[in-house]
């Protein structure tokens, strides 16, 4: 299942966190417990139960960091506060001064950072593995593309990624039964980062098919699938299994042929059944949301509000 880990106060609760996050990550991540040892803060945490994409929102101060032969690759997004950062390589700074906004990539290996100030940042966390596994399946034959370190750039995509990012772990709408949601952000993030961030020229290998692939049978076992499911935490992967294409694949296609992806069609298939139980029950909102699959009755409403127009109460009450 998602897990979605709420900022602790007491050492308890700060274990059990880095507990949970170590059942699914073990060596393939080390960024996040090394920042919670040093540091002593707790963040908010979301990840799909396939553990490709870990996203960790942190509120830290006046830190001097030292990370040691980190396995993965670190995203960061600077959210808010100071931006008074340096990194340092052997002892010697290499780049300071981030912005709001800005976003930095950080390969594996060690480096040293200084931050002075309260800010609030966004990491997150792409294992070897994962990378590895997009490039495999989008990148040409015989080529093996690494991504190249960046500091405090100012990329309008990755800035607009992160905001909504961010919006969805608060709200809890990263979280539980939103590992399709997550599968499809991480693909995206890897399109991109792939696209414009690569060391040399690679060119990453087109995944567009024909509609002809998910039409039909195909189409409809996917839609019934999604609407058997809509409670469950639906994921890329079982999606692409199916019908046996892969996930970038999937994600193309099933948007050619519905003008969706699969993640907004399900939010389209709860909202509906969000309307029938509202009209042909007594049930509480806990209740609906439980039973059609959003995280919790906040986010079952802010869902509802955007697509229907009016508050999951209000509907009722107009439809007496």
């Not at 830190?63 to 990194?87: C, M, N, Q, W």
């Not at 806990?286 to 999951?312: N, Q």
Request: hydrophobic share 40%; net charge neutral.
């Amino acid at each position: 299942m998602t897990e979605i880990i709420l900022a602790a106060s007491s050492p308890i609760e700060e274990k059990a966190s880095l507990d949970i996050l170590t059942q699914g990550f073990q060596s393939a991540v080390k960024t996040p417990f090394e920042l919670a040892q040093q540091t002593g803060a707790v963040p908010h945490v979301a990840t799909d139960r396939n553990h490709r994409l870990l996203a960790a929102q942190w509120r830290l101060q006046d830190s001097v960091l030292a990370y040691r032969d980190i396995p993965e690759s670190t995203l960061t997004f600077h959210l808010s506060g100071s931006t008074r950062v340096a990194k340092f390589f052997d002892g010697r700074c290499i780049a300071q001064g981030a912005r709001v906004n800005s976003v930095s990539l950080t390969t594996p290996g060690s480096s040293e950072w200084e931050l002075q100030g309260q800010m609030e940042i966004i990491h997150i966390y792409l294992p070897e593995q994962t990378l590895r596994s997009f490039a495999d399946s989008h990148v040409p034959s015989g080529q093996h593309p690494e991504l190249r370190a960046f500091f405090a750039a100012a990329d309008p995509w990755l800035t607009g990624f992160f905001t909504m990012l961010g919006v969805d772990i608060a709200k809890g709408s990263a979280g539980a039964n939103n590992s399709l949601l997550l599968d499809s952000l991480c693909n995206l993030l890897l399109l991109h980062l792939y696209d414009n961030y690569v060391a040399g020229r690679t060119t990453v290998r087109s995944t567009q098919v024909s509609t002809r692939q998910i039409g039909g049978n195909a189409l409809r076992l996917l839609q019934d699938y999604l609407a058997d499911h809509m409670a469950e935490d639906v994921s890329l992967r079982d999606l692409a299994t199916l019908v046996d294409i892969s996930e970038g694949h999937l994600l193309r296609v099933f948007r050619n042929a519905t003008g969706l992806t699969p993640y907004q069609y399900l939010i389209g298939i709860r909202i509906d059944e969000v309307k029938r139980l509202l009209l042909n029950s007594e049930l509480t909102a806990k209740k609906i949301a439980a039973m059609t699959g959003f995280a919790s009755p906040a986010h079952m409403g802010d869902c509802f509000r955007r697509r229907v127009g009016v508050t999951p109460g209000g509907f009722r009450q107009k439809s007496k």
